[in-house]
């Protein structure tokens, strides 16, 4: 059988072959034979091409790990000299200049507050890990009582058993939830729940006050609270306020609890700053941070898996001791990959060779601009952007049966690459836009807009969609 590394020509069929021998992520099987798996060949830039040839601009960042786009030259370099050098050795008993210069540069972006950075591989490994160290830390201190997590409703931390214990998007948890440990759930600080005459700010502070009302009563047996710093993303971009943070770090001061920032899809500058959580602080005042920060995603630049978490000096010093029980011990056989870590140092050196954040915000300010239109379309609600991330939220009466699926394809036929969660639609572009890439990006998801939502519904008996990333 003739493999694609022996020939530029796409293997027939692909897609079909990938539906018989694939089980595809965050996918509904039964739905593939409609809604077919694009064969991509290649990447260039915020491009994809597929095996006939047309062009998709990668509007999600193709799960929201793309950061400079694909086969982004300086990263490949970097990947290019460690293969040469160093693909991959255990990280227990050995170390490496990739991951420990890495370490370093990253404890030093949370003005060293931060540090002992925990390697893993992805996203829900990396929440497990900060569960983990949290409930470890109060027993080897000696407040066993203390094992329960807090989460916030809407949120989400992934899908291994104890990311989902703290997630709440039904989709994903409801059917393991017999598997599940019980978390308390508090409310979101969703800026969208504002009642009338109510701010955003408003709302965080309700959803500061329930969160307060659940320490008083439990905090003896609070480990931790878990949260997405000013962007719940599989909630639908659901954003709100610093103000959100800074109570909660207060709160967790004051009782004694962690505090967990999943920086899983904000961190990495999406959200404006590197980490989200450097939002939280006043203006003129010193940053305030988290105990644990959890990364992954854009991190290795959508290169190879990654994530780590990073924890404060008193969480790590809890678990030296001469007992090896009080370590700890958890592991994986890629732990801290060389190659990957060489790849999120390259994209560390994006981010200070080429003023990212700086740049980033006039690319965010001329989209925004180009998808004024949104702001007086009748058929939509909630138009809102933070950093680069913009979302918009189709009116219920509007949206139609498998609104996600149909605004899918409709993507397609205009060069984009997007999917929408439920009725959001979001854009979470690759940090490459110039003017004109605006415009045109604009421009195609109005198209695609107009389109969808003047077609006629799908079967009024279909099923509802579940949503998707």
Not at 55 to 69: E, H, I, K, M, Q
Request: a negative charge.
């Amino acid at each position: 059988m003739m493999t694609i590394s022996q020939t530029s020509t796409p293997p027939p069929d692909l897609a079909q072959r990938s539906i018989a021998a694939i089980w595809h992520p965050c996918t509904q099987m039964q739905r593939a034979a409609t809604v077919p798996p694009l064969a991509m060949m290649h990447g260039e830039g915020p491009w994809l091409f597929d095996d006939a040839g047309h062009r998709y601009f990668d509007a999600t960042s193709s799960w929201w790990v793309n950061l400079f786009g694909h086969a982004d030259a300086r990263i490949n370099a970097a990947l290019k000299d460690q293969l040469d050098r160093l693909p991959h050795v255990m990280l227990a008993g050995c170390t490496h200049v990739p991951a420990v210069e890495l370490a370093e540069r990253l404890s030093a972006l949370t003005d060293g507050v931060l540090g002992h950075c925990f390697f893993a591989s992805d996203g829900a490994s990396a929440v497990e890990i900060a569960l983990k160290m949290s409930f470890h830390y109060w027993r080897n201190r000696g407040r066993d009582t203390k094992r329960e997590f807090i989460c916030l409703r809407q949120g989400y931390h992934g899908e291994t058993l104890g990311a989902l214990a703290v997630t709440d998007v039904a989709v994903f948890r409801d059917a393991y939830d017999p598997l599940l440990m019980r978390s308390h759930q508090v409310m979101s600080p969703d800026a969208r729940q504002a009642a009338r005459g109510e701010s955003a700010t408003d709302v965080a502070r309700r959803a500061a006050g329930e969160l307060q009302v659940l320490l008083e009563v439990r905090h003896e047996h609070i480990a931790a609270i878990i949260l997405e710093p000013l962007v719940q993303g599989a909630a639908g971009m659901a954003m709100h306020e610093p103000a959100y943070l800074r109570a909660v770090r207060t709160l967790c001061d004051r009782f004694e609890v962690h505090l967990i920032a999943d920086e899983i899809a904000v961190g990495c500058g999406r959200t404006g700053t590197f980490f989200a959580f450097e939002q939280a602080a006043l203006p003129g005042e010193s940053r305030i941070w988290p105990d644990l920060i959890c990364l992954s995603k854009g991190i290795s630049g959508g290169y190879l898996p990654l994530s780590l978490v990073l924890s404060r000096d008193s969480i790590y010093e809890a678990f030296l001791d001469d007992d090896v029980a009080r370590g700890f011990l958890h592991s994986h056989s890629y732990t801290g990959n060389a190659l990957a870590c060489r790849a999120a140092l390259a994209v560390l050196d994006r981010f200070e060779q080429d003023d990212v954040l700086r740049h980033n915000r006039q690319r965010a300010a001329v989209l925004t601009a180009a998808l004024a239109p949104l702001q007086a379309d009748a058929r939509i609600e909630h138009v809102r952007q933070l950093g680069m991330i913009w979302a918009f939220d189709v009116r219920e009466r509007f949206a139609g049966q498998r609104f996600a699926e149909r605004f899918h394809l409709a993507g397609r036929e205009r060069e984009l690459l997007i999917r929408p969660i439920g009725r959001t639609v979001y854009l979470m572009p690759p940090y490459l836009l110039d003017d004109a890439l605006s415009q045109w990006l604009a421009q195609r998801v109005l198209a695609t807009l107009d389109e969808v939502l003047n077609q006629s519904s799908t079967d009024a008996d279909s099923p509802p969609e579940p949503p998707t990333a």
